[in-house]
């Protein structure tokens, strides 16, 4: 290996590391949805989470609107707790 092979593995690195950060300065510029932009009509969506609070490290409360209809969800520990509001079904006499 001659000294002109090596100049020109060392460019053809640095040229291709270059290139990769090009590439991740775009990225944050331009955020992880920069393609979305460029694409065809968006399609209107049907689920939204309209506001959030938390009330302590495990519980959050959530308004969530769907089709037009919000319904606020408490939600804690990775599952829903309880949609309040919702009619819930009642226990069963024995």
């Known amino acids: 290996m001659n000294f002109t092979e090596f100049v020109r593995a ?13 590439a991740a ?4 510029r331009f955020g992880p949805d920069a ?7 968006k399609k209107e969506r049907r ?5 959030s609070l938390v009330l302590d490290p495990a519980r959050r409360l959530v308004i969530v609107s769907c089709d037009g ?4 969800l408490l939600l804690g520990e990775g599952q ?8 819930t079904p009642k226990a069963r006499r024995a």
Do not use: W
């Not at 209809?69 to 606020?72: F, G, I, V």
């Open 10 to 22: 060392a460019f053809a690195l640095v040229l291709t590391l270059g290139l990769i950060g090009l």
């Open 47 to 51: 689920l939204a989470v309209v506001e």
């Open 80 to 87: 829903i707790v309880s949609p309040i509001g919702a009619t």
């Open 25 to 28: 300065v775009a990225l944050r």
């Open 35 to 41: 393609m979305a932009r460029f694409g065809g009509p």
């Open 69 to 72: 209809e919000e319904r606020l």
